[in-house]
């Protein structure tokens, strides 16, 4: 049971390019959300999923994509990298209804904007 | 706007030195306030969830309060160990699950 599985870990890209940050969860969770940390500003939501082909926009959604075509992926697309995008990013899940509501958090993706 | 505020920012403590992190808030209608704690370069881990004022959890040396303002993490006899940056998060009713807003952290060092 690998939990909530991040790739990559580390990325860096050059102002504009494009790509993919995935997330993929074994415990057939229905809600999965990403995240950005920044120093002194916490977490924020960037876009959440409630299921198979549902999401919706988080508190800074601006500049990612996301899609959720099945319940273990959930892919986070950069349309074009800017340096504001620079950030340790965090993809979570949570089982539903019926728990404590705690957050499963993978190990995270370092990306640099240059 | 929920809102979530930790203080203080760092705090510094020799082994066994008890303190107390804060956390307050404000948000619409609580569903849940949440405690994790994060290791350098590692995701956040749970801790612990509070539902209602006067609720109280426990776990090693660590103990959760809250009010109907704020929650309260106690750490009673610190080791280095429990050195980590401690979150603090709440969920408003009506969110979804996946949904939370997370205040920006307090970092915890304890000295040997």
């Known amino acids: 049971n690998a939990g909530v599985t991040q790739t990559p870990k580390f990325q860096v890209l050059k102002t504009g390019q494009s790509m993919t940050l995935q997330c993929a969860q074994d415990?057939?969770?229905?809600?999965m959300s990403w995240y950005r940390q920044d120093p002194g500003m916490g977490l924020r939501l960037i876009h959440y999923?409630?299921?198979?082909?549902?999401?919706d926009q988080g508190e800074v959604p601006n500049g990612y994509n996301v899609s959720r075509s099945t319940t273990e992926d959930f892919p986070l697309r950069l349309l074009s990298a800017a340096p504001s995008q620079t950030s340790v990013y965090f993809c979570?899940?949570?089982?539903?209804?019926?728990?404590?509501?705690?957050?499963?958090f993978g190990e995270g993706s370092r990306l640099t904007v240059l | 706007e929920d809102q979530v505020t930790q203080s203080p920012e760092a705090l510094r403590l020799q082994e066994g030195e008890s303190s107390s992190l804060n956390c307050s808030y404000t948000?619409?209608?609580?569903?849940?306030l949440f405690w994790y704690r994060q290791d350098p370069g590692k995701g956040p881990e749970f801790l612990f969830t509070?539902?209602?004022a006067g609720e109280e959890k426990e776990k090693e040396r660590l103990k959760a309060t809250l009010t109907k303002k704020e929650s309260f993490l106690h750490i009673t006899a610190p080791k280095p160990e429990d050195s980590a940056t401690y979150l603090c998060?709440?969920?408003?009713?009506?969110?979804?699950?996946?949904?939370?807003?997370f205040g920006q952290g307090t970092i915890l060092t304890v000295h040997p």
């Open positions: 948000v619409s209608g609580l569903r849940g």
């Open positions: 999923s409630v299921g198979a082909g549902i999401t």
């Open positions: 998060a709440v969920q408003a009713y009506g969110t979804s699950y996946g949904k939370l807003t």
């Open positions: 415990m057939n969770h229905e809600y």
């Open positions: 509070l539902y209602s």
């Open positions: 979570a899940s949570n089982p539903g209804q019926g728990n404590t509501g705690e957050l499963f």
